[in-house]
């Protein structure tokens, strides 16, 4: 709708309501068919607060219906997302106003930048009037499975670069001439090298024979024998730190087992989404 769409629109309602959410409560201010706004009321995160506030709204216009209110909310990340819906529920008409708007009008409110509660929920109230507001992101099934398995596959590749830069931060100091031979350390076989031999003096223990065949298996043929022979160069002529071996090949094992397990989760996800 264009902005004259949204007066119209917002002038169709009776009552318009403004909602500054947060964790724990939220505040509410209400302006009625006399332009005046209410003063802020509290409302507790909570089916019993949810509810007060629907008996407050019922007391303060009692011959009107839910259809006769419109109530925006500033969203505080997700918090508010619980009230919305219970709204919604009960027939109002929810729409979500930008915080970008409330902040621009904070000074035109009471000639000061300053912010509270009560004050944003006025501004609130008042944008919704305006019709300064945009549609409320309200998803049905199957919309709301698809965002929640994105937002799980969003949070999980962020965790993944937090497990890489850890595990570089390791062979930095345990093995830095790794790096430059796998420069990508998400990759099957470099994972899977460590995950057997974390530290170079554990890989000269074995034949490199026993290293090429399991290279080329992990790689599928790809670490050809060059690469190899240039690994098992670097971990007889590596410069690492060899003091506190057993804690550092610990840790690198720890990591690698939740590391394990996020890709496991990864690909459940990429399965479900």
């Given at each position: 709708m264009s902005a004259d769409?949204?007066?119209?629109?917002?002038?169709?309602?009776?009552?318009?309501?403004?909602?500054?959410?947060?964790?724990?409560?939220?505040?509410?201010?209400?302006?009625?068919?006399?332009?005046?706004r209410k003063a802020p009321h509290k409302v507790v995160v909570g089916r019993a607060g949810f509810e007060a506030v629907h008996a407050y709204l019922q007391s303060l216009f009692p011959d009107l219906s839910p259809k006769d209110f419109l109530i925006g909310l500033e969203f505080a990340g997700h918090h508010g997302y619980t009230f919305a819906q219970f709204l919604v529920g009960l027939g109002y008409h929810v729409v979500s106003v930008q915080p970008a708007h409330t902040k621009r009008l904070k000074e035109v409110e009471d000639n000061s930048p300053l912010k509270s509660d009560d004050k944003d929920a006025r501004l609130i109230c008042k944008l919704v009037g305006?019709?300064?507001?945009v549609p409320f992101p309200l998803l049905t099934s199957p919309y709301t499975e698809i965002k929640l398995l994105v937002v799980q596959r969003h949070r999980l590749t962020v965790e993944q670069t937090r497990f890489k830069n850890r595990l570089q931060t390791i062979l930095d100091l345990a093995w830095p001439e790794f790096l430059p031979l796998f420069s990508n350390l998400t990759k099957r076989t470099p994972l899977a090298l460590l995950e057997r031999?974390?530290?170079?003096?554990?890989i000269l223990t074995v034949s490199p024979?026993?290293?090429?065949?399991?290279?080329?298996?992990?790689?599928?043929?790809?670490?050809?024998?060059?690469?190899?022979?240039?690994?098992?160069?670097?971990?007889r002529d590596t410069v690492a730190l060899t003091d506190g071996a057993d804690q550092r090949r610990c840790e690198i094992e720890f990591l690698l087992d939740r590391w394990r397990l996020l890709r496991e989760q990864m690909q459940q996800l990429d399965a479900q989404i």
């Open positions: 769409e949204k007066l119209v629109f917002a002038r169709r309602f009776a009552v318009h309501v403004g909602v500054d959410t947060g964790k724990v409560f939220h505040k509410l201010v209400v302006r009625g068919p006399d332009g005046r305006d019709g300064l507001f031999w974390p530290l170079p003096q554990d024979r026993t290293v090429q065949r399991f290279a080329k298996q992990t790689s599928r043929g790809q670490v050809k024998g060059p690469q190899v022979r240039a690994l098992l160069d670097s971990a």
